[in-house]
């Protein structure tokens, strides 16, 4: 935007406070509250990093979202931490504002249903009341432009009532817990769900009485066990309103033996953007923090480590002051954000040197840890779509296949920027699938990408992508800082998808391995199965 325009928009707030409508508890009827204030908010773009979308829900009409200039459409998303019946919807514009929008709403916030399309509108206020819609997140889709600028919001104001107003009925107690599998330092477990009056929100899991994490699914797999070692477990049921069911029957399951070689590490990509910690919407110090919980033995980061165009200076003054701090055990691959510097690669390669960014003399290398065996490439070389530096070449490819060739480990991963499958905003990549082909060949067990930024878990899958018990785990991780994509059609084999922000954690045993999504507020997002490594040769 313009910076005359942003002169304009800072005299709007003074006039236009009185339009907001008073406090929250004035709404389109009686018994409708303010529900959006200070939620999560996302947005499909943002002019830069001083306007972000939770700007638009918290409750200032000095702070604002942005989109990019000239682009429609344009969306920006609401997340209201429960089901809800929609009323009124009112809007504050800055002076880049929708002429035509629709206001959607989403059960999941995936599949979204139109409330309604809005027309010729003239800015300032939109008092949009007499809606009727239920789902926990709304979004306002911005499809033609006011000015020559993008989009830009002061507040974003959702009325109506919560599914859990009042709600004081606990849900049903969890029936059926099992134990679906064992590692030296994991338990897996099942259970059926529980029911409630209004919506079940996440499951506590005991771990002897003493509650060691909350699930948003029906499974759970604990990590970080002492190896032949007896636990007992139950979980119990929360909903929306905080009510907490009554505990389960008990199991006890216990870890097999051995386990030396056991590690746990951190993953993700797509980290730093261009902000520190003195803003309250800047990720990557957050997620950095869930790496110092996590205490890995190693860090790995699935390319576009920095934003956006990773020069040195930009990797000193953020990358370096969160995530720098796991330098040391950092086993980097680049992304194609690193190829934009000039020269290519400078930053990358300056930042981490040649013994961390090219410890084998490229920038695609292997390392070794218990048990396992690791494969870090450069998917970069084969972006043609997305990088300057693509080319056809064979060289890091026979390297690959003759790395596969000598290994001695029982467990193989692999892990580069981008995937080969996905249900984010880049898709499906076909400049991939020669390395997911040679990996899969090979009986890889797991192999990791970043480049979208959502989190998704696949089932295990063959060299076609279709689902196979004997294939391959993959993981998109591009979730540690960088603005979150939407995420689309799910494939048939995903088995949990999230546009969220996280940190993967990875717990690796000399025969097996378990992976956790860890949200921002430390709770376990997302738990796979424990799987077993696949035998090789």
């Not at 969306?75 to 514009?93: C, N, Y």
């Not at 599914?163 to 994991?186: N, R, W």
Request: hydrophobic content about 30%; proline content about 3%; glycine content about 10%.
């Amino acid at each position: 935007m313009s910076k005359r325009l942003r002169r304009l928009s800072t005299l709007l707030p003074v006039v236009l406070v009185a339009a907001l409508g008073g406090t929250a508890a004035i709404a389109g009827t009686t018994a409708d509250t303010l529900l959006s204030q200070g939620k999560p908010a996302l947005a499909s773009s943002i002019e830069d990093s001083t306007f972000t979308a939770d700007k638009a829900v918290d409750s200032s009409t000095t702070t604002r979202w942005a989109s990019i200039e000239g682009h429609d459409p344009e969306w920006i998303r609401v997340d209201l931490g429960q089901p809800a019946e929609i009323h009124r919807v009112k809007l504050l514009w800055e002076a880049a504002y929708a002429k035509s929008y629709r206001i959607e709403v989403s059960d999941d916030g995936t599949t979204f249903t139109t409330l309604k399309s809005l027309t010729s509108q003239n800015g300032g206020t939109d008092d949009n009341t007499g809606l009727t819609g239920h789902g926990r997140y709304v979004r306002i889709v911005g499809t033609a432009r006011g000015t020559s600028y993008g989009y830009s919001l002061f507040d974003f104001q959702v009325y109506g009532v919560g599914d859990s107003t009042g709600d004081t009925q606990a849900p049903t107690v969890p029936t059926g817990l099992v134990s679906t599998g064992t590692s030296s330092s994991s338990v897996s477990l099942s259970w059926t769900a529980s029911t409630d009056n209004v919506g079940v929100s996440g499951y506590d899991v005991l771990r002897n009485g003493t509650a060691v994490a909350t699930s948003t699914s029906t499974t759970y797999t604990d990590t970080g066990l002492a190896a032949d070692t007896s636990y007992t477990y139950s979980v119990q049921a929360r909903d929306l309103a905080g009510n907490v069911s009554g505990a389960s029957t008990a199991i006890t399951a216990k870890t097999s033996a051995g386990g030396t070689g056991g590690f746990v590490l951190a993953a993700a990509g797509d980290i730093a953007r261009q902000c520190t910690a003195s803003s309250s919407s800047c990720i990557h110090p957050k997620t950095a923090a869930l790496v110092t919980a996590i205490n890995p033995a190693n860090v790995i980061t699935m390319g576009d480590s920095q934003y956006d165009d990773a020069h040195l200076s930009d990797y000193n003054n953020y990358y370096a002051k969160t995530w720098g701090k796991f330098k040391a055990i950092t086993k980097p691959v680049p992304g194609n954000h690193d190829t934009y510097d000039e020269p290519q690669y400078n930053g990358y390669d300056t930042y981490f040197g040649s013994a961390i960014a090219k410890p084998q003399g490229k920038r695609y290398y292997s390392w070794e840890k218990g048990n396992w065996h690791f494969i870090a490439l450069d998917s970069s070389d084969y972006m043609t779509h997305d990088s300057l530096v693509a080319s056809s070449r064979d060289d890091q490819l026979a390297w690959l296949r003759a790395d596969l060739a000598k290994n001695t480990k029982g467990c193989v991963a692999a892990y580069f920027h981008h995937p080969r499958w996905s249900s984010g905003d880049h898709g499906d990549n076909d400049d991939s699938e020669q390395f997911w082909r040679i990996l899969t060949g090979a009986k890889t067990d797991l192999i990791l990408a970043g480049h979208d930024h959502h989190y998704e878990r696949f089932l295990p899958m063959n060299g076609d992508g279709n689902s196979d018990p004997n294939g391959t785990v993959s993981l998109i991780g591009g979730m540690a800082g960088a603005q979150p994509y939407p995420i689309g059609t799910l494939h048939s084999t995903t088995a949990k998808a999230l546009s969220t922000y996280g940190v993967i954690k990875l717990t690796m045993t000399d025969n097996s391995f378990t992976t956790q999504l860890i949200g921002l507020d430390s709770k376990v997002l997302d738990s796979s199965p424990t799987y077993t490594c696949k035998a090789k040769g």
